[in-house]
């Protein structure tokens, strides 16, 4: 092999990594805005061809060559394509995270209602239990005091330990 086909294979091998690392950028900054909402939350919400670059690693003239012309229209495409759907520039950027914040915001304040209006039920309903609940004593104390009158004396109650015990055996 010649020095001159030695010299083609290492430009088409340097020319094939850089079109690797630019696809491996452009996905990841797509995933990024994906997962951030439209959003590009890196270089205050700014995407460019230089942004890009930096991401994949390369210098900022690697696309100026000519060689790089075709990678140099298919970047151009792809940011055009992507700026298209996701939200740029620093003023756009802020109205959309102010208006995020906001409705997460409205949501807390929401769910804070909510909590505040459970533990208001809650606390009714352990009031109501507790009102129940003497009730139930005070009807169980009469009840004991009407089979005593009925029975005219003869029967004699069982301390509340006995009584368990029994129930408990049955």
């Known amino acids: 092999m010649t020095i001159g086909e030695h010299g083609k294979l290492e430009a088409i091998e340097r ?13 990841e900054i797509e995933l990024v805005i994906d997962s951030n909402g439209g959003l590009y939350p890196l270089n205050n919400g700014k995407l460019s061809q230089q942004e890009l670059l930096r991401r994949a690693k390369l210098s900022s003239a690697a696309l100026q060559k000519r060689t790089h012309e075709r990678l140099r ?11 298209k759907k ?3 520039g620093a003023k756009s950027v802020r109205k959309a995270v102010t208006d995020r914040v906001e409705g997460v915001k409205a949501e807390l304040e929401q769910l804070m209602q909510q909590r505040s209006e459970s533990e ?3 606390i009714e309903a352990k009031d109501a239990l507790a009102k129940q609940e003497l009730r139930i004593s005070e009807l169980e104390q ?28 049955e």
């Not at 094939?16 to 996905?27: D, G, I």
């Not at 151009?76 to 700026?83: D, E, G, S, T, Y």
């Not at 009469?142 to 055996?169: D, H, Q, W, Y």
């Open 15 to 27: 020319k094939s990594r850089t079109e690797k690392k630019l696809l491996a950028a452009m996905k």
């Open 73 to 83: 229209n298919d970047v151009n495409a792809w940011l055009r394509r992507v700026l």
């Open 86 to 88: 996701s939200i740029c």
């Open 120 to 122: 208001l039920e809650y």
């Open 142 to 169: 009469e009840n004991e005091r009407l089979k005593r009158a009925i029975s005219g004396g003869n029967v004699v109650g069982f301390p509340a330990t006995v009584k368990k015990a029994l129930k408990g055996s």
